[in-house]
Nanobody, 119 residues
């Protein structure tokens, strides 16, 4: 089992920054990758950024020049630095962990944190 707790959401104005953190615990050695997803009202959940074991990262095209994903191994957190925020970044942001244990893959989700960007 892996537990995830997100923090750092809030209300900001366009052009400002926020830093989201996802604290992970439990069977952390089984985690193969972690990611941030977001879901705006009336829209499907979409992938924003991923970081894999070995620290390779990828970002959605819509955020590539503004967001950064990183991991702090000492604190067991995965962070999403969001700069130059736009109103269209408004969504609930979710942390996801993919773990491999035994012969199976498991997906774990956090509870989500709201990000609201006003124009």
């Amino acid at each position: 089992q892996v537990q995830l707790v997100e923090s750092g959401g809030g209300l900001v104005q366009a052009g400002e920054s926020l830093r989201l953190s996802c604290a992970y615990s439990g069977s952390t050695s089984s985690i193969m990758s972690m990611g941030w997803y977001r879901q705006a009202p009336g829209r499907q959940r979409e992938l924003v950024a991923t970081i894999i074991r070995g620290d390779g990262t990828s970002l959605a095209d819509s955020v590539k020049d503004r967001f950064t994903i990183s991991r702090d191994n000492a604190k067991n957190t995965v962070n999403l630095q969001m700069n130059s925020l736009k109103p269209e970044d408004t969504a609930v942001y979710y942390c996801k962990a993919e773990s491999f244990m035994g012969t199976r893959w498991y997906n774990y989700w956090g509870q989500g944190t709201q990000v609201t960007v006003s124009s």
